[in-house]
């Protein structure tokens, strides 16, 4: 028997080429005000948004020429200390296919990866799904 999915009031659907553009920090920026609120969260990421949650990642980015003694968290960082923090209100899946795609196949250990055709249990159990980005 298949373990069901955690009740979330909203099911964050991230596709597409996260650093193209502002989605990804207003997408994490989103994600932290709903969890200060005490909504429950849950994120699927898809396409390259699953590279996201790499570990090879680390903890920071590289250097920054313009501010050289300033460290920036990673992606996955900010992710990991999201988790960390809200462990029952935050829950992050990642779409298998895109993922092994993209030959990103180290995720952090909270990261549940699924396969496409279990996208839509991931939206039933979710009271609101929003689409944000495009593959």
Same mark, same amino acid.
């Given at each position: ?17 996260? $650093?193209?553009?502002?989605? #990804? ?9 709903? #969890? ?6 849950? =994120? ?22 313009? &501010? ?9 960082? +900010? +992710? ?5 923090? $809200? ?11 895109? &993922? ?11 990261? =549940? ?18 689409? +944000?980005?495009?593959?």
């Amino acid at each position: 028997m298949r373990k069901s999915l955690p009740q979330t009031d909203l099911l964050l659907t991230l596709m597409g080429a996260p $650093h193209a553009d502002d989605t #990804l920090t207003d997408t994490l920026r989103l994600v932290q005000a709903l #969890l200060d609120s005490g909504t429950r969260v849950s =994120v699927w990421a898809c396409g390259y948004a699953t590279l996201l949650t790499q570990r090879a990642l680390g903890e920071c980015k590289p250097r920054n020429p313009a &501010s050289w003694d300033t460290e920036y968290p990673s992606t996955a960082a +900010i +992710i990991a200390t999201m988790l960390a923090a $809200h462990p029952e209100h935050l829950y992050w899946y990642g779409c298998r296919f895109c &993922s092994d795609d993209r030959g990103a196949d180290d995720h952090l250990a909270e990261v =549940v990866m699924r396969p496409p055709a279990r996208y839509a249990e991931n939206v039933a159990a979710a009271g609101k799904t929003l689409v +944000i980005g495009v593959m």
